[in-house]
């Protein structure tokens, strides 16, 4: 017993050094962490993001997604914690168009573009004081258009596609107090259009706050 308390009494005080050290490094943050989010604020951010959609081309010879979105949003705090969001989502195009003889009733190409809004609640965590996690769900507004042109077997006829839907949405992300005023995010977000296709969005970008 006695052989470990000298042992024992050396790490307790390396401790207390440690604790020291790290309170020191605390204190040598940047002032405007302490408060970074007050009751009142008001917050924008725009975002570019890759896009993952739920299309399929089956084999289709001409098939193209694009893989790069967009997310502009705006929110107000009632708390720290708590803020209503409004988000403005481009969620990229669709393109396939398919070769050869078509059976009567498939589709010969499909041209789509999807958009949305969501409206919903952003909730904060302070996990250091300039590193922040977010948790975002609501309702997202998706919208998709474009066309869609059907074999008839002797011929062909167009369907031109004007969908809505409102369904619950999920976002999750950090963001980095870089200044008073600027915070860097990036994040990731998942909603589905009319014919149930999930859309993913992993984004990143700048905000400003007052």
């Known amino acids: 017993m006695n052989s470990l308390s000298p042992r024992f009494g050396f790490t307790v005080k390396h401790l207390a050094c440690a604790a020291v050290a790290a309170a020191g490094l605390g204190g040598a943050l940047p002032s405007f962490a302490e408060d970074f989010i007050k009751p009142g604020s008001v917050y924008g951010m725009a975002s570019l993001g890759l896009l993952e959609a739920g299309y399929e081309c089956q084999g289709a010879p001409i098939c193209e997604h694009t ?77 998709t258009d474009g066309y869609i042109v059907q074999s008839t077997g002797a ?29 860097f995010y990036q994040g990731y977000d998942i909603l589905r259009n009319k014919r149930n296709q999930h859309i993913h969005v992993l984004s990143m970008g700048l905000g400003i706050e007052n």
């Open 67 to 143: 893989r790069v979105g967009s997310k502009l949003s705006g929110g107000y705090y009632f708390t720290p914690n708590l803020a209503a969001e409004i988000s403005y989502y481009y969620l990229g195009s669709f393109r396939s168009v398919e070769g050869g003889a078509v059976p009567a009733g498939q589709p010969i190409e499909t041209r789509l573009r999807n958009s949305g809004m969501s409206f919903g609640i952003n909730w904060s965590n302070e996990l250091f004081q300039v590193l922040t996690q977010h948790i975002r769900f609501g309702l997202a507004i998706v919208r």
């Open 155 to 183: 011929g062909q006829t167009i369907e031109n596609v004007h969908e809505y839907t409102t369904k619950p949405y999920l976002g999750l992300g950090l963001s980095y107090q870089m200044t008073e005023h600027i915070r």
